[in-house]
């Protein structure tokens, strides 16, 4: 039998004001809104956190906006990858989905079983209307800054990084108004930067975190992840395996920093070596960029995890250019030429007494 559903009607929409006063006609109609802010190059985790913002609400904005604020100076901007064309399929057949399971279950009610309603896709000059978005450290222009959770951990490596993050969120959600914004886990310290944001500047959303989405081998997944071709790809999955050898040591009742990352240490460690004796046209060299233990509200480093807080075990690692490539080897978008940093996170959550 055919389905009735209504087919997608997303709207796209580029520019401030009309999706403004779309967002007041929902507002009127009694609708809420879950937004998915995205820079593009969707993948399943994205779609994840769509689906969970179409079971809490009845209207789903996605933004899809590459964020330069966000990157360094020596970061990959440029080589970004964009698939637009690509992104909106993939909104339109997942918003298709949602309106089957809408006439399945029962049409949408004012408190989820939601679809997609628009994309909000602005310029750069739409974003930052005034001076040209500088990364630079001392750069011109209206920022938010929110210290000192963005000089730890990737912080220390990416100055300007979540002065940029901060900064668009705060955009996004004072043009589109959610009532609530949807971001994946592992991205787990821009989850905590959002968090404190929105706090400590009186927003009325409510940030929701989504469990990581993984490949089969574990691999986090991630835009950039089209960067790596099979050799790298095949080496990365060592991120995740680290963060795993940690969390089964606090598992197995271990509660010191020193007796959680120990072996997770020594796992990276090892992996690296058997790397670096291997051929140049087989081999894949990483730097190892942190392996953190640090407490989930401060982001600070811990020396003994508390069963009442938990902790935040995450570690971030630079798959470096491939020195050799072999004939016809798939080398990833790129050829194989730029660096890949990878992060990833594991939740260790409190534990009752």
């Known amino acids: ?76 901007l440029d080589s970004y990858p964009q698939t637009w ?34 994309v909000f896709a602005p310029t750069t000059k739409t974003m930052y209307p005034s001076l040209p978005p500088s990364s630079d450290p001392a750069g011109q222009g209206s920022f938010v800054n929110i210290t000192p959770l963005a000089s730890l951990l990737e912080g220390q490596s990416r100055p300007t990084f979540f002065r940029g993050v901060a900064t668009v969120c705060m955009k996004l959600f004072n043009i589109m108004t959610p009532d609530r914004v949807y971001f994946g886990q592992k991205d787990i310290q821009q989850t905590v930067v959002i968090k404190r944001m929105v706090k400590d500047f009186g927003m009325g959303v409510d940030v929701v975190v989504v469990p990581t989405s993984r490949e089969p081998d574990g691999l986090a997944m991630s835009s950039r992840n089209v960067y790596l071709g099979k050799r790298r790809r ?67 480093e811990v020396d003994e995890v508390e069963d009442g807080r938990g902790a935040i075990l995450s570690g971030a690692i630079k798959m470096l250019p491939i020195e050799k490539p072999q004939a016809g080897e798939d080398r990833g978008l790129g050829g194989g030429e730029t660096s890949v940093r990878l992060i990833d996170n594991i939740i260790l959550q409190p534990r009752g007494n």
């Not at 959680?260 to 081999?283: G, T």
């Open 234 to 300: 095949k080496v990365a999955t060592v991120l995740s395996q680290t963060l795993g050898a940690a969390e089964w040591r606090h598992a197995e009742g271990f509660r010191t920093r020193a007796d959680i990352l120990y072996p997770a240490l020594q796992l990276v460690a090892s992996v690296a070596r058997q790397q670096q004796e291997l051929e140049p046209s087989l081999r894949v060299l990483f730097d190892v960029d942190y392996i953190s233990l640090a407490d989930p509200d401060s982001l600070e």
């Open 1 to 76: 039998m055919a389905s009735k559903c209504t087919p997608s009607s997303i709207r796209v929409i580029r520019d401030i004001s009309p999706i403004r006063e779309y967002r007041r006609q929902l507002l009127r109609a009694d609708r809420t809104v879950g937004l998915v802010p995205t820079m593009g190059a969707l993948h399943d985790g994205h779609l994840s956190l769509i689906r969970r913002a179409a079971q809490e609400n009845t209207d789903v904005f996605v933004s899809i906006y590459i964020n330069p604020t966000q990157f360094g100076a020596n970061e990959d």
């Open 85 to 118: 064309a690509a992104d909106i399929e993939k909104l339109k057949e997942l918003d298709q989905g949602l309106a089957e399971a809408n006439d399945a279950e029962g049409q949408a009610s004012s408190g989820g079983r939601g679809r997609i309603s628009a």
